[in-house]
């Protein structure tokens, strides 16, 4: 199988090329981006629950895995995207690790019993949607147990009223913002305004 623009930075699975979705309604992390993320994470990823939401080509769970989470899933509802995930996964030898679900997002948030310690949101742009997934994991009962990674363009970003959710960090990589959600301890205390962090 031929790979795309798009690799495997580093782990098991180092080096390998993903294949692309074809068409061009998918968007993949940029390597540069991929590769910012999962500095910051470093070893908190280890051996934790990976949701990967909106999940285009699966590079982002496939860079989870290869670095050492325990499990991914990847959620998405295109038929051609959920094909290269799963080629993805096989050419990567992930693939016992990887669970691909065909859902729209927000039906799986609604409905899933499953609960994931780092959840990686990256959704088409200008349409809203990081918002609805962000709200609907600020729930009480939520899928979401740690961390919320939002992916979104800069000009998309606003603060919004959460309860459970608290930004901790934002950076921004030239045309991407990528900002850091944790669920808080502290639910008792009423919701928190967030408004824009650092860039």
Do not use: C
Not at 6 to 17: E, S, Y
Not at 116 to 126: G, L, N, R, T, W
Not at 186 to 199: F, K, M, N, Y
């Amino acid at each position: 199988m031929a790979g795309g623009k798009v690799r495997v930075i580093a782990g098991i699975a180092k080096g390998r090329r993903l294949k692309d979705v074809p068409g061009t309604g998918t968007r993949p992390v940029t390597d540069r981006v991929k590769e910012a993320v999962f500095d910051i994470l470093g070893p908190e990823l280890e051996g934790k629950r990976f949701l990967d939401l909106f999940a285009g080509t699966g590079g982002v769970g496939i860079e989870a895995l290869s670095r050492g989470a325990r499990e991914a899933w990847f959620v998405e509802k295109e038929p051609r995207a959920l094909a290269t995930i799963r080629d993805n996964l096989t050419s990567t030898g992930l693939g016992d690790a990887g669970r691909v679900v065909r859902s729209d997002v927000f039906h799986f948030l609604r409905n899933t019993m499953e609960q994931f310690d780092i959840i990686y949101v990256a959704p088409p742009q200008y349409q809203g949607l990081w918002k609805r997934t962000l709200l609907l994991l600020d729930e009480e009962q939520s899928p979401a147990t740690g961390l919320v990674i939002v992916q979104i363009h800069p000009k998309e970003f606003e603060g919004l009223a959460l309860r459970h959710l608290v930004l901790t960090d934002q950076r921004t990589y030239g045309s991407t913002l990528v900002a850091f959600y944790r669920r808080s301890q502290a639910d008792e205390s009423g919701p928190v305004t967030l408004d824009a962090g650092r860039q």
